[in-house]
């Protein structure tokens, strides 16, 4: 099952096996909701292969994405403080998972103190990443927010940068609290003024984005 979970710097082989020694195996197709914000768990999931969202949503079917988790990532980790599920998790691909219960999980953790380090880590990213969110959503108007979401996911490649990940603008608007129509229309603007090339394949960033819009 080791070779199953790439990308895991968290946990070293020996780890591993022991961890998942009782794990379920459970497999999902793409877009399918495996837990949903405000439901009772009792299980950590580590993600074999796929990549899944992280989101929140109201009764009118508005969505924010959160986080994006690939292989190597894992989550359900919150119920270690007594609660409900915090966010919904839907799969984006098909997608698997080694199930572990969190009665298993927390004995892992009383033997293992430097995963429990690496644990403590990746919630204060977590944690890091979530302010800077409700930062952006309560002092950025939209085109920032979306500039910034664009600086944060380019790569350079000589004197541009891509974005490689096939996003459609419906799940930028997510990912920002927008709507999709105010993302086409801030996109046709970019395009036109040469700022972006957009494809379904992937978005190029020709120069740096204009301060306001």
Request: neutral net charge.
């Amino acid at each position: 099952m080791m070779e199953l979970l790439p990308g895991s710097s968290d946990l070293n082989p020996s780890e591993l096996a022991t961890l998942l020694a009782s794990a379920v195996i459970r497999s999902y197709p793409k877009n399918a909701v495996i837990l949903n914000e405000g439901d009772e768990g009792d299980s950590v999931y580590f993600v074999l292969a796929g990549k899944v969202k992280i989101f929140l949503s109201n009764d009118q079917g508005r969505e924010v994405v959160i986080g994006q988790f690939g292989p190597g990532d894992y989550f359900g980790e919150m119920l270690l403080e007594p609660g409900s599920r915090s966010a919904s998790v839907m799969t984006l691909d098909a997608s698997r998972f080694a199930v572990v219960r969190l009665e298993e999980f927390r004995e892992f953790l009383k033997t293992h103190p430097d995963f429990m380090l690496a644990l403590v880590g990746k919630l204060i990213r977590r944690s890091r990443t979530l302010a800077r969110n409700v930062k952006s959503l309560a002092l950025l108007d939209v085109y920032g927010r979306l500039a910034q979401l664009l600086h944060e996911m380019a790569r350079p490649h000589g004197n541009t940068w891509f974005i490689d990940e096939p996003l459609t603008q419906q799940e930028i608007a997510n990912r920002i609290g927008s709507s999709r129509e105010m993302i086409s229309r801030i996109f046709k603007d970019l395009v036109a003024g040469g700022y972006l090339i957009v494809s379904r394949q992937r978005i190029e960033i020709k120069r740096h984005l204009p301060t306001a819009w």
